[in-house]
């Protein structure tokens, strides 16, 4: 499956210009419905009544650790992907449940992961 097919994505990043790169590389990559907190609290709130395709998440963001956010992504079946410069072996084991991408990231690394991501839970339903 291809990461065109799934048409909305939740983006978490706390650093605007990193946010911005992202939004770019997936509204290129075919995302119609591009959805960008910087707060795990925002995030959790749009969670309640939304459901993206997919989701875009750094471990931290402005307040503090999102790994309640990655289990609760985890927990309703929503494939994310991780773009962190933290180190994955250090990181919460919330965040081991979805593809790590280091920051920096080549956009088409990016993509690629979104689209295993996406695949890896197609394939478990």
């Given amino acids: 499956m291809d990461a065109r097919t799934a048409k909305s994505i939740l983006i978490l990043e706390d650093e605007p210009l990193i946010a911005l790169d992202h939004d ?46 990655a289990m609760l992504l985890r927990n309703k079946g929503i494939p994310f992907v991780v773009c962190s410069g933290s180190s994955k072996e250090d990181a919460d084991p919330a965040f081991l449940h979805g593809l790590w991408v280091s920051k920096p990231c080549i956009p088409d690394e990016l993509i690629a992961a979104l689209t295993q991501a996406k695949a890896k839970v197609a394939s478990q339903a």
């Fill in 24 to 69: 770019e590389i997936v509204e290129r990559a075919g995302f119609m419905q591009i959805t960008i907190f910087s707060s795990c609290a925002s995030a959790h709130e749009w969670l309640r009544s939304n459901t993206p395709n997919v989701a875009l998440l750094d471990v931290r963001l402005k307040d503090g650790p999102c790994s309640d956010v």
